[in-house]
């Protein structure tokens, strides 16, 4: 592993100045999870590391009564985990941040270095993709917002530039009679990545779906949504056929590679299961769920 300098920070305005400064030699680390092995096997050479652990801002987890959730970058996956609003309004991010490696690694995995890091399999993406999430982005030219749905270029490629960090991500609130869940294949049961992830989400009113939301990990360069999948749900009565139907044109939004984890031909089959069982469990908790949430 090559040398490089550490610095840390305390400010998110700290941070822009040193990307700014070093521009494509400085690499930020949050948790380390992801950068330490690329640095270790020589996949990234950076002259400076910014270490975002001292900047207590990117850490918070927020709250606004029926305006939504705010999430620093910094959270981690054992935060989102085990946080109480978060398993009760937004089950499926729960459930994604207690997938992701052991409890080692979710103690120190953020879900800002889980997006940033680009992978097809980032185990928090599609919950929050379904969910709506936006980037708050920030860098020398200021700030701005970015959808979910636009921030993943391909394969470790995001819409950040070399100087920006991403410091928030702002999940709207579901809303009331709305439920949701993340299920992963994986061939070992533990310490291994996805070979499809699939999170849905749907809310009701009067028993029909009002809004449905289908987002895929593994199968494509970037997380994607089904778009056709919630568009057959959204304005119906959800039943059993209509989940089914739902399930097969997720499909269709699937581009998926044949590797050593699985072919493409398994993997369209597992969006197809994993759809409708994510689909039967959001219908579920979206109707239990209290009618003023
Ligand atoms: C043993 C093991 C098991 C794992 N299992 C899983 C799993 O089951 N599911 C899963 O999804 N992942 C898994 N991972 C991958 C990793 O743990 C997660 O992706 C984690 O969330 C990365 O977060 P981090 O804070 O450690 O990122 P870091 O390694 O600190 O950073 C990752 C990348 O994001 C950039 N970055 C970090 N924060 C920011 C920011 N705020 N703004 C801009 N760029 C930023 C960094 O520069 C780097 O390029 C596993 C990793 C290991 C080592």
Do not use: W
Not at 44 to 57: A, I
Not at 68 to 79: I, Y
Not at 208 to 236: D, F
């Amino acid at each position: 592993m090559r040398r490089f300098d550490l610095t840390l920070p305390r400010t998110v305005d700290d941070c822009v100045k040193i990307l700014s400064d070093r521009g494509d030699d400085a690499k930020l680390v949050a948790g380390g999870t992801d950068l330490l092995p690329q640095l270790k096997n020589g996949l990234l050479k950076p002259r400076y590391v910014v270490d975002l652990s001292g900047v207590e801002t990117l850490r918070a987890i927020r709250v606004a009564n029926g305006s939504g959730l705010r999430l620093g970058a910094a959270v981690t996956a054992r935060a989102i985990e085990t946080e109480p609003h978060i398993l009760s309004a937004y089950p499926a991010l729960a459930e994604s941040g207690a997938l992701v490696g052991s409890l080692q690694i979710r103690n120190l995995a953020t879900v800002g270095g889980n997006l940033c890091n680009a992978a097809p399999s980032a185990d928090m993406a599609p919950p929050l993709l379904a969910l709506d999430a936006e980037a708050v982005i920030v860098g020398p030219r200021g700030e701005r917002r970015v959808p979910l749905t636009t921030f993943f270029l391909g394969v470790r490629k995001t819409v950040l530039a070399a100087d920006e960090l991403l410091v928030e991500l702002v999940v709207p609130a579901p809303g009331p009679r709305s439920g949701g869940q993340y299920l992963r294949h994986t061939p070992r049961r533990e310490l291994d990545i996805a070979v499809v992830g699939v999170a849905s989400q749907l809310t009701l009113t009067d028993g029909v779906c009002r809004k449905a939301a289908i987002a895929l990990a593994s199968v494509a360069p970037t997380p994607v949504r089904a778009v056709a999948a919630e568009r057959a749900l959204t304005g119906q009565a959800v039943t059993p056929e209509l989940i089914e139907r739902a399930a097969e044109l997720a499909v269709d939004a699937a581009r998926p590679i044949s590797d050593q984890r699985g072919s493409a031909d398994f993997r369209r089959h597992l969006v197809k299961v994993l759809t409708r069982r994510t689909l039967t469990t959001a219908l579920e908790r979206a109707r239990a769920a209290r009618q003023e949430a």
